[in-house]
């Protein structure tokens, strides 16, 4: 029965051209997961191989509206992006126009050269590109150096620096029409450890996410870079776990 109706609401949705629909089945492979948040915000997974962690998810954000699609963070395969990049055309009936990278490391990077094969524009800060240069890897084609706000459809995506915390470049992206906050890897889901440090700022961490918080109070949705996606309190838990490693010090 549910895949009676998920078939007519799919048939619906293709005939209005991408406009908010009622609901999306979840998308799940051996290597990429998709699942809606909000009417045109969706979660896609990826993963990544660490030899400390084992294979760890990565969260990115897509949001639609009008028939656009704007992605943010690749997945870790250009052989993962290519699967989204297909999910979204042929499922939401959507043209992607962008790809935000939130900072330099592979779980944001990892999957740009099908994005550029596909003519898909990327934007990334400066010093992300910067960044990105010593590792040899693929590069965002359009840099800002503070903050940048993108259309996609009728709707804006502000995409924003207010500190160093995980990286010395990492960014967040607030979708204002549904109150969507995508924290990337500066954000951590509740009850995580602090994970990657090799290249964090733990002293400016907690002061940024205040920062965050404080701008984006609005946001119903907080999305991570790994685990799963909460309110507010996750950026309450990001802060008093950083704010206890000054104290430690």
């Known amino acids: 029965m549910k895949q009676k109706v998920y078939l007519c609401l799919l048939i619906m949705w293709g005939a209005l051209g991408c406009k908010k629909p009622r609901a999306i089945p979840p998308y799940k492979s051996e290597t990429l997961k998709i699942e809606q948040l909000t009417a045109n915000t969706f979660l896609h997974v990826s993963y990544i191989s660490t030899e400390k962690w084992g294979d760890v998810p990565c969260n990115g954000l897509i949001v639609i509206d009008n028939g656009e699609a704007l992605v943010f963070d690749t997945p870790v395969h250009n052989s993962d992006s290519k699967e989204l990049l297909n999910w979204i055309e042929e499922t ?27 003519k898909i524009p990327s934007y990334a800060i400066t010093q992300t590109i910067e960044l990105a240069k010593r590792d040899s890897v693929i590069l965002p084609q359009t840099s800002f150096d503070v903050s940048v706000e993108l259309s996609v459809g009728n709707q804006k995506v502000v995409n924003e620096f207010l500190g160093e915390g995980h990286t010395r470049d990492n960014i967040v992206c607030y979708f204002p029409s549904e109150k969507v906050l ?47 996606p909460g309110g507010l309190d996750l950026l309450d838990y990001t802060i008093k776990l950083f704010n206890r490693e000054q104290e430690e010090d």
Do not use: M
Not at 99 to 112: N, P, S
């Open 92 to 118: 939401l009936k959507c043209q992607t126009i962008g790809i935000i990278a939130t900072h330099f490391h592979r779980d944001c990077l990892g999957g740009l050269k099908e994005f550029h094969s596909q």
């Open 182 to 228: 995508f924290g990337g890897c500066l954000v951590k889901e509740i009850g995580a450890g602090k994970g990657n440090l090799a290249d964090a700022n733990i002293q400016d961490w907690s002061k940024t996410v205040t920062n965050v918080k404080s701008k984006y109070n609005a946001a119903k949705i907080i999305v991570p870079g790994h685990g799963k």
